[in-house]
């Protein structure tokens, strides 16, 4: 799982446009296999389904593996998703995705992939709470974005959307890698280093920005220096959001915090500031902060579960799509 999600991280675009039958695919997993989606498949695969679902999807070069080992018995706490099914009885759903692909063809996937899960579902949905680490929480934005634009009826039951260090306003790392390409593009003797650093996959350059829409890169070149063709998507405004973002040092005004972020995505950033002027219309007692933590921490962490099932304890209110 660990070298197919960094491999598909870094060249999973290639891999699909070159070799399809070797890409990683959209699915629903369980037990280190894709569910197929149908009843009997789901009913067989999860026998204490509820309806209620919590959606994990994972982040960059990663699989669903990554939020930790699932739990063998009812004493050990497990994975987020074991310890909501067990506090709360929601059906964790752990989704698997060719991370290397551009954030809004995932999203356009993950849209029908759920629109065909809650018709096939066992039991009928009431409903559903999404949660993202990093890039996984674009994925769900942009999935959001899709369903209502699409008009599918799953979006209508989302009452959670939890986004876990998602860079919202772009990742430095990816601008810093940009620049330097640009910076090497420049001299006949260091342009083949340019190329090299330019395969990195369009789900890697997507994260330069926080692109979530198709229209955010079609058309445009890639590999400019610095140029932001991406639109502002407003959240889903049916559900609650919720933003967590982690930072090395202690508070987010730390040298190390301002330095490094939590390693990988900076707080502003993963708290949706808004770098285009527009911040994420999310409440106040909806954003936490998580002191002394880098970026991989957020995906089995303690503090985070204890989120979780303060967050998702009660039902959001169910509001009509607008």
């Known amino acids: 799982g660990l070298v197919e999600g960094a491999i598909s991280g870094i060249w999973g675009d290639h891999i699909e446009r070159r070799h399809p039958d070797l890409a990683v695919r959209m699915a629903v997993r369980s037990g ?52 909501l099914q067990r506090q709360l009885g929601l059906t964790p759903i752990f989704i698997r995705y060719n991370s290397g692909l551009h954030v809004s063809e995932n999203g356009a996937r993950l849209a029908e992939l759920l629109e065909a899960l ?29 369903g209502v634009r699409d008009g599918l009826r799953w979006v209508t039951l989302v009452r959670h959307c939890v986004y876990l260090g998602t860079p919202h306003d772009g990742a430095q790392l990816e ?25 990195r996959s369009a789900g890697v350059k997507d994260l330069r920005f926080g ?12 590999d400019r220096v610095l ?14 959001h919720h933003v967590v973002a982690a930072t090395i040092g202690e508070t987010p005004h730390h040298v190390l915090s301002r330095i490094l972020g ?20 999310v409440d106040a007692s909806d954003r936490r902060h998580l002191g002394g933590l880098h970026h991989f921490h957020l995906l089995d962490h303690p503090a985070v579960a204890e989120l979780l099932h303060e967050w998702m304890n009660e039902p959001a209110p169910a509001r009509s799509v607008s």
């Open 32 to 83: 280190g296999r894709d569910v197929s989606i149908d009843g009997d498949a789901l009913a067989a695969t999860f026998p204490h389904h509820s309806g209620r679902l919590a959606v994990f999807l994972h982040g960059l070069a990663e699989t669903e593996d990554a939020w930790g080992r699932p739990a063998q018995d009812d004493d050990q706490l497990g994975t987020y998703g074991d310890r």
């Open 118 to 146: 809650i018709d096939a579902w066992p039991v009928p949905v009431a409903d559903l709470a999404m949660v993202g680490h990093s890039m996984g929480g674009l994925v769900v934005r942009s999935a959001c974005d899709a």
């Open 175 to 199: 601008r810093g890698v940009n620049m330097l390409a640009g910076s090497l593009r420049l001299l006949p003797e260091t342009r083949p280093l340019a190329t090299l650093l330019d395969v």
């Open 211 to 222: 692109y979530v829409r198709q229209e955010d890169w079609n058309g445009h070149d890639p």
């Open 227 to 240: 140029v932001d063709t991406g639109q502002d998507v407003q959240l889903l405004s049916t559900a609650r």
């Open 262 to 281: 939590d390693l990988l995505v900076h707080h502003g950033s993963a708290s949706g500031h808004g770098r285009r002027g527009v911040p994420l219309q």
